[in-house]
């Protein structure tokens, strides 16, 4: 893994600037905007693989084939993310219900619900870490492969991580980086918010795509 070269790769392509520009722009769209940003953020991840060097990041003369590729990754996201969208719901349903009852059962459903919130807590940043591991290599699958259900092969998935540990470890403290990268933008009030929102992804997409090989290069001799 090159950590570095995740971040400076960017900036050996003459048409740097354009190429993450118009990423900018498309971020704007509502909804469709960053799938398709994120979609042209894994394109890189395949080039990575691929083992291209480079011209890494791609240009925009193939909308329909990022909005493509952001939309299966999506899903997958969607998906892995739900244990946590369940866990935050299932935390606030207890308070909600305490604010229809008074004395001790108030009291009660009080102090259940910090016990509730403290699980649900505990299982959420478990599971955040999980996915900050996991779904780098899912990505990597379904860009590699071009298929959802490459994302959901749990063992392959399993296994790259399992293979390279370190590397995506390192791929999740890559990624915090690129979400620091991502909110220098707001320095500019929120203007530069999608151009450095875009930089970010340029930079987790080559993280991915360096996970990926050096997981395969261990997993490939003992295929």
């Not at 394109?43 to 291209?52: M, P, S």
């Not at 959901?152 to 293979?163: H, M, N, P, Q, S």
């Not at 890559?174 to 320095?187: P, W």
Request: charged share 10%.
């Amino acid at each position: 893994m090159d950590f570095g070269r995740a971040f400076s790769y960017v900036f050996e392509d003459s048409d740097w600037l354009k190429k993450v520009g118009i990423a900018a722009l498309v971020f704007l769209i509502p909804l469709v905007g960053p799938i398709t940003v994120l979609g042209w953020s894994l394109a890189i991840t395949k080039r990575v693989i691929e083992g291209q060097t480079t011209d890494l990041l791609p240009a925009w003369d193939n909308f329909s084939d990022h909005m493509t590729l952001g939309f299966k990754v999506f899903v997958v996201g969607f998906a892995y993310s739900l244990p946590v969208t369940i866990s935050s719901t299932c935390s606030n349903v207890i308070p909600l219900l305490e604010q229809n009852v008074s004395g001790d059962t108030a009291d009660l459903l009080m102090g259940l619900g910090w016990i509730v919130a403290i699980c649900f807590g505990c299982l959420t940043m478990i599971y955040s870490i999980f996915l900050g591991l996991a779904l780098p290599a899912a990505y990597a699958k379904v860009a590699v492969t071009g298929e959802i259900g490459a994302g959901f092969r749990f063992a392959d998935i399993a296994a790259l991580v399992k293979a390279a540990p370190g590397a995506y470890v390192l791929t999740l403290v890559g990624s915090i980086a690129a979400g620091l990268v991502a909110s220098l933008g707001l320095i500019a009030c929120f203007v530069g918010i999608f151009f450095t929102a875009a930089l970010s992804y340029a930079i987790m997409g080559h993280f991915y795509g360096q996970a990926y090989n050096a997981a395969t290069a261990v997993l490939e001799p003992s295929l």
